[in-house]
């Protein structure tokens, strides 16, 4: 089945840095790859997502980017600030209805 | 965007009970619901799909006479612990797609179960 790993497990960044996240899945045949934040005790929130056809989706500060050949995909959040910080999840959909999500990244801005 | 409520929000019981956990699509139709089980600072591991009208798939590791689900509506697919212990202890929480064309996944806002 999918397995989806997902790095750094937690990040630090100054305010107006950049934040990378970087998800990697098993499943050739996944086509679906959203990401999600989790605020403490919350619901997870889709923040972006791409398709398989896509190379790379961008949303004002947030954009996402998809190498299928390596099969790898990565968040890319820009000038980030205090209400980024979060918990952030990748996940793959393999050709199936099933979401499968990686380990999550604990994003902290620092002001 | 598509709402999807789930109640309770948070629960306690004692050891040996049994628990119902509610998910609801309030402004589409689900076919097909997922339930989710999140441990402190973990990841979201699926538990089991719930179809309309027809039995639950269960992920493997997950007792289905444990964790019964029934998806008896097009809006509302139920989660019950039966027989709860410490263990069950855990962040529950359901989520559905509007439509099945439609890929993003909505979340309810999860329920808390605290197992005396």
């Known amino acids: 089945g999918e397995n989806v790993e997902q790095h750094p497990s937690t990040l630090s960044v100054q305010e107006g840095d950049s934040a990378v996240i970087k998800c990697t899945y098993s499943d050739s045949a996944s086509n679906y790859f959203p990401w999600y934040k989790q605020e403490l005790g919350k619901r997870p929130q889709l923040i972006i997502d791409i398709r398989s056809n896509v190379g790379e989706k961008k949303d004002q500060r947030i954009a996402v980017t998809l190498n299928k050949t390596a099969k790898h995909f990565s968040l890319h959040i820009t000038e980030t600030q205090p209400e980024d910080s979060a918990v952030y999840f990748c996940?793959?959909?393999?050709?199936?209805?099933?979401?499968?999500f990686g380990t999550g990244t604990r994003l902290q801005v620092f002001p | 965007g598509a709402v999807v409520s789930q109640h309770p929000s948070w629960v306690i019981c004692k050891s040996g009970t049994s628990v119902k956990i509610e998910c609801r699509s309030l402004?589409?139709?689900?076919?097909?619901m997922f339930w989710y089980r999140q441990f402190p600072k973990q990841s979201l591991m699926l538990m089991a799909t719930s179809n309309e009208g027809s039995k639950a798939t269960y992920e493997q590791g997950v007792e289905k006479d444990k964790f019964l689900i029934n998806h008896a509506s097009l809006t509302l697919s139920t989660l019950t612990v039966t027989s709860a212990h410490p263990e069950d202890s855990s962040f529950y929480i359901c989520?559905?797609?509007?439509?099945?064309?439609?890929?993003?996944?909505?979340f309810g806002s999860g329920t808390q179960l605290s197992v005396l």
């Open positions: 989520s559905a797609r509007p439509g099945t064309r439609e890929e993003k996944l909505f």
């Open positions: 996940a793959a959909r393999p050709n199936t209805d099933k979401l499968i």
């Open positions: 402004d589409f139709q689900a076919t097909t």
